[in-house]
């Protein structure tokens, strides 16, 4: 191809991706019409029927699409094929649509059937559930018939940057195995069909969920209650020292039985609580049944079936003006459960999906599980709101006045998390029971599976497009069926790698589950692949096919990995071999030193110790050189997180390009919401920070920097940051190696004077 064919190609695919359609003709034309350049001659061609279709020339469209019909490439003619068909549709449909009348927001008017249905690079798809193997293609905003909707859009998501032009067209055709439609940001779905027909699967055992949700009442309570005694101490105290001031006597009393009965009547009332909280702090309001059968038809019948059935009364239902994707539920009992849907949702999910994802949220009500995840809403919601206003007044002030609140800031934030704490595992454990319920009510597995997925591209796709997490997705969360976290990489790396490829760590790696401890959502891949067991049990194709071989894992890799809380037990058994060796000792008079081991505090020195030497013993493999000739770059990122066999502790040394995004100010002193925006997509970062430098994190926060670093392949992939440069020179250092072994040495140093003083 000549150079300048080759440009041109690549300026239309860009402008394309990027909206500007006319300047995509433009540039696609002269290719398109050019006999020599082959493939390219096709790849132009394709992009022409997506431009025109976008820019509401369905004629010009329709006509590209008869000629590729006539091409030789058998690809090409089942794409151009199903084009045609559902470009006539649409050219029938816009000539008898009407808008929709909503009351809250402009929705599209587009039927499933419409191939063009989300801007370009994003996942706000609707499906063809009737059809199969089909690449679904993005929809123009231009062609909707409201204004606010094409804003509303606008907000959703961010395309991400194009792949190379010299993608070949077979790349994004989709072939017999489930590919991504690489060339124009476009994915592609296998459309797996849903049971016509199923039996009832077999009634799962609902006595670990009780028991942990039980658990996790009992674990709030004793945080909720370790954290009172201390503020009260802390009052009592200051009290005690200031001049004329008495400490107050109530503090004294033992809070367990006020706040166990405080606790029972917050879950009572809950639901009401909780709709006055999200509704001043968020802008949830009342969402009509109608609007939402105007959305999904199947929705509407899967709740009032399901609620006939168990005797409920229709959950009320509520939506949120959030254009990230997400869903929760709330309250007490099932008849004053509510269902909370956010925009964004609504409009990235088709009809089947929303419907399976509203019958997730019955399977929370059904196994009561909601009641305690209320409650943790209802105590973490002030928190973080609190977290949020300081945060905010930290920003507006500045000098010596600027590090208590910052101080101020961190602490309240890390009760928010000391709260949240209390659920993780039950956060994690209800999705896998939500998802067998919501499959066996509707039959249709593989809907989830595209939802689910679905979901973590379109908060993926939110966050780049704020720059950060937004505090609505950090604040709730606990009860959203993803994880704003496993969408970063998840979320944006579909133009790059299969989901397969990128899920398979989760399905294949056999210590995956020892990484999901502090997570708040189990393993996406692990819960898809329940989902296709499911599918295939009831004889179904599945959405995403996975090897089944297991990947292999040296265990001497994992047994350094967890070395630290490994020395842990090891801790335990010197302290042991020390009792008996003081035992032995006594006995033949030999040495006495009851006096110091008499009260068994040595066992604290002895697992500080353990700790110390297995922190020591990882320091060098989870923090080795970093040499410019082994150094990985951005192209090479989705290897490195298809690999299923990858550890955290394998530390590969990149070097990444990109954007720096996450939330400013006091907000993020502690660097919580750091993201790498990279050609290959969203990568979370680890840093920490070191008193002293110029420059702050915060500082860099929307520019274009240079990461270097250790990436970690676990359930949430993540590098830690060895330094950040912008193009002006500006770097900060961040010195997880010094940090480790800080720890280190002060851990040996408690431990040894616990163990020699008692």
Same mark, same amino acid.
Request: proline letters at 7%.
């Given at each position: 191809?000549?150079?300048?064919?080759?440009?041109?190609?690549?300026?239309?695919?860009?402008?394309?991706?990027?909206?500007?359609?006319?300047?995509?003709?433009?540039?696609?034309?002269?290719?398109?019409?050019?006999?020599?350049?082959?493939?390219?001659?096709?790849?132009?061609?394709?992009?022409?029927?997506?431009?025109?279709?976008?820019?509401?020339?369905?004629?010009?469209?329709?006509?590209?699409?008869?000629?590729?019909?006539?091409?030789?490439?058998?690809?090409?003619?089942?794409?151009?094929?199903?084009? +045609?068909?559902? /470009? &006539?549709?649409?050219?029938?449909?816009?000539?008898?649509?009407?808008?929709? =009348?909503?009351?809250?927001? #402009? !929705?599209?008017?587009?039927?499933?059937?419409?191939?063009?249905?989300?801007?370009?690079?994003?996942?706000?798809?609707?499906?063809?559930?009737?059809?199969?193997?089909?690449?679904?293609?993005?929809?123009?905003?231009?062609?909707?018939?409201?204004?606010?909707?094409?804003?509303?859009?606008?907000?959703?998501?961010?395309?991400?940057?194009?792949?190379?032009?010299?993608?070949?067209?077979?790349?994004?055709?989709?072939?017999?195995?489930?590919?991504?439609?690489?060339?124009?940001?476009?994915?592609?779905?296998?459309?797996?069909?849903?049971?016509?027909?199923?039996?009832?699967?077999?009634?799962?055992?609902?006595?670990? +969920?009780?028991? /942990? &949700?039980?658990?996790?009442?009992?674990?709030?309570?004793?945080?909720?209650? =370790?954290?009172?005694?201390? #503020? !009260?101490?802390?009052?009592?105290?200051?009290?005690?020292?200031?001049?004329?001031?008495?400490?107050?006597?109530?503090?004294?009393?033992?809070?367990?039985?006020p706040l166990l009965i405080l606790l029972v009547i917050l879950i009572g009332v809950s639901p009401w609580l909780l709709d006055m909280l999200l509704a001043n702090l968020y802008g949830q309001r009342e969402f009509p049944k109608d609007v939402l059968n105007a959305h999904s038809r199947e929705a509407v019948r899967v709740l009032q079936r399901c609620c006939q059935q168990r005797h409920w009364p229709l959950p009320k239902l509520r939506i949120l003006p959030m254009a990230a994707p997400i869903i929760l539920t709330y309250g007490s009992l099932p008849r004053n459960a509510r269902i909370v849907v956010s925009q964004g949702l609504l409009e990235q999910l088709a009809d089947d999906e929303i419907a399976i994802i509203y019958a997730t949220q019955l399977g929370h009500i059904a196994h009561?599980?909601?009641?305690?995840?209320?409650?943790?809403?209802?105590?973490?919601?002030?928190?973080?709101?609190?977290?949020?206003?300081?945060?905010?007044?930290?920003?507006?002030?500045?000098?010596?006045?600027?590090?208590?609140?910052?101080?101020?800031?961190?602490?309240?934030?890390?009760?928010?998390?000391?709260?949240?704490?209390?659920?993780?595992?039950?956060?994690?454990?209800?999705?896998?029971?939500?998802?067998?319920?919501?499959?066996?009510?509707?039959?249709?597995?593989?809907?989830?599976?595209?939802?689910l997925l679905k979901i973590a591209i379109g908060i993926a796709a939110d966050i780049q497009k704020q720059e950060q997490t937004s505090w609505q997705l950090e604040s709730l969360n606990l009860l959203t069926p993803v994880s704003h976290q496993q969408s970063l990489s998840l979320g944006t790396i579909a133009?790059?790698?299969?989901?397969?490829?990128?899920?398979?760590?989760d399905t294949a790696n056999p210590y995956r589950q020892w990484f999901t401890i502090n997570n708040s959502h189990p393993l996406m891949g692990d819960r898809i692949e329940r989902l296709c067991q499911i599918a295939r049990h009831w004889h179904l194709d599945t959405e995403l096919h996975f090897a089944s071989e297991p990947s292999k894992v040296r265990r001497q890799s994992f047994l350094l990995q967890i070395a630290p809380w490994l020395g842990i037990p090891l801790g335990v058994l010197f302290a042991a071999l020390v009792w008996l060796t003081w035992q032995l000792a006594f006995t033949l008079k030999f040495l006495n030193l009851k006096w110091i081991y008499e009260d068994w505090s040595f066992i604290t020195g002895c697992l500080l110790i353990g700790f110390s030497i297995g922190t020591v013993m990882r320091i060098n493999s989870f923090f080795p050189d970093i040499k410019p000739a082994t150094v990985q770059t951005d192209d090479y990122l989705p290897n490195l997180l298809a690999d299923p066999s990858a550890l955290p502790i394998d530390s590969i040394s990149v070097r990444l390009v990109g954007k720096l995004l996450g939330r400013q100010g006091t907000s993020n002193s502690l660097a919580q919401d750091l993201i790498l925006q990279s050609s290959a997509g969203l990568v979370k970062l680890h840093h920490v920070s070191w008193l002293g430098q110029p420059v702050n994190h915060q500082d860099l926060i929307g520019r274009q920097i240079i990461v270097t670093g250790w990436f970690r392949r676990g359930a949430t992939p993540w590098i830690d940051i060895q330094t950040l440069e912008t193009q002006s020179g500006k770097a900060i250092h961040s010195p997880h190696p010094i940090w480790s072994t800080f720890l280190a040495v002060a851990a040996q140093a408690w431990g040894a004077y616990v163990f020699l003083t008692g």
């Amino acid at each position: 191809m000549p150079s300048h064919a080759k440009s041109s190609l690549e300026a239309g695919l860009i402008a394309l991706k990027q909206g500007n359609y006319q300047t995509a003709i433009a540039q696609l034309e002269p290719i398109a019409s050019s006999q020599s350049n082959g493939t390219a001659s096709l790849q132009a061609q394709v992009g022409l029927v997506m431009a025109y279709a976008r820019s509401g020339e369905a004629s010009k469209a329709i006509a590209i699409s008869q000629n590729l019909i006539e091409s030789n490439n058998p690809q090409v003619q089942e794409w151009a094929t199903r084009a +045609l068909e559902h /470009l &006539t549709k649409r050219k029938k449909r816009d000539q008898e649509s009407k808008n929709v =009348e909503t009351g809250f927001v #402009a !929705f599209d008017n587009s039927t499933p059937d419409s191939p063009l249905v989300t801007p370009p690079g994003t996942s706000t798809l609707e499906e063809q559930p009737k059809e199969k193997d089909q690449v679904i293609e993005p929809k123009s905003d231009d062609t909707s018939p409201m204004l606010p909707l094409s804003k509303l859009k606008a907000t959703i998501a961010t395309p991400p940057p194009p792949p190379p032009p010299s993608v070949p067209l077979s790349g994004f055709m989709g072939s017999v195995t489930r590919t991504q439609a690489k060339l124009f940001g476009v994915i592609y779905w296998r459309q797996a069909q849903r049971a016509k027909a199923w039996q009832p699967l077999r009634k799962p055992k609902l006595i670990p +969920l009780r028991l /942990l &949700t039980a658990g996790t009442f009992i674990a709030l309570f004793c945080v909720i209650r =370790e954290i009172l005694k201390l #503020a !009260f101490g802390f009052i009592n105290q200051t009290l005690v020292k200031l001049p004329y001031l008495e400490p107050l006597q109530f503090l004294y009393r033992d809070p367990t039985q006020p706040l166990l009965i405080l606790l029972v009547i917050l879950i009572g009332v809950s639901p009401w609580l909780l709709d006055m909280l999200l509704a001043n702090l968020y802008g949830q309001r009342e969402f009509p049944k109608d609007v939402l059968n105007a959305h999904s038809r199947e929705a509407v019948r899967v709740l009032q079936r399901c609620c006939q059935q168990r005797h409920w009364p229709l959950p009320k239902l509520r939506i949120l003006p959030m254009a990230a994707p997400i869903i929760l539920t709330y309250g007490s009992l099932p008849r004053n459960a509510r269902i909370v849907v956010s925009q964004g949702l609504l409009e990235q999910l088709a009809d089947d999906e929303i419907a399976i994802i509203y019958a997730t949220q019955l399977g929370h009500i059904a196994h009561w599980d909601f009641a305690v995840m209320s409650l943790l809403l209802l105590v973490t919601l002030p928190t973080h709101k609190l977290y949020q206003q300081v945060s905010e007044l930290g920003g507006k002030i500045s000098g010596i006045w600027r590090w208590p609140v910052t101080i101020l800031a961190s602490l309240v934030y890390g009760v928010w998390c000391l709260l949240t704490g209390t659920a993780l595992w039950l956060s994690r454990l209800r999705l896998y029971y939500s998802d067998r319920v919501a499959s066996e009510i509707t039959g249709n597995p593989n809907a989830l599976i595209r939802a689910l997925l679905k979901i973590a591209i379109g908060i993926a796709a939110d966050i780049q497009k704020q720059e950060q997490t937004s505090w609505q997705l950090e604040s709730l969360n606990l009860l959203t069926p993803v994880s704003h976290q496993q969408s970063l990489s998840l979320g944006t790396i579909a133009s790059n790698l299969s989901f397969e490829a990128f899920l398979k760590w989760d399905t294949a790696n056999p210590y995956r589950q020892w990484f999901t401890i502090n997570n708040s959502h189990p393993l996406m891949g692990d819960r898809i692949e329940r989902l296709c067991q499911i599918a295939r049990h009831w004889h179904l194709d599945t959405e995403l096919h996975f090897a089944s071989e297991p990947s292999k894992v040296r265990r001497q890799s994992f047994l350094l990995q967890i070395a630290p809380w490994l020395g842990i037990p090891l801790g335990v058994l010197f302290a042991a071999l020390v009792w008996l060796t003081w035992q032995l000792a006594f006995t033949l008079k030999f040495l006495n030193l009851k006096w110091i081991y008499e009260d068994w505090s040595f066992i604290t020195g002895c697992l500080l110790i353990g700790f110390s030497i297995g922190t020591v013993m990882r320091i060098n493999s989870f923090f080795p050189d970093i040499k410019p000739a082994t150094v990985q770059t951005d192209d090479y990122l989705p290897n490195l997180l298809a690999d299923p066999s990858a550890l955290p502790i394998d530390s590969i040394s990149v070097r990444l390009v990109g954007k720096l995004l996450g939330r400013q100010g006091t907000s993020n002193s502690l660097a919580q919401d750091l993201i790498l925006q990279s050609s290959a997509g969203l990568v979370k970062l680890h840093h920490v920070s070191w008193l002293g430098q110029p420059v702050n994190h915060q500082d860099l926060i929307g520019r274009q920097i240079i990461v270097t670093g250790w990436f970690r392949r676990g359930a949430t992939p993540w590098i830690d940051i060895q330094t950040l440069e912008t193009q002006s020179g500006k770097a900060i250092h961040s010195p997880h190696p010094i940090w480790s072994t800080f720890l280190a040495v002060a851990a040996q140093a408690w431990g040894a004077y616990v163990f020699l003083t008692g």
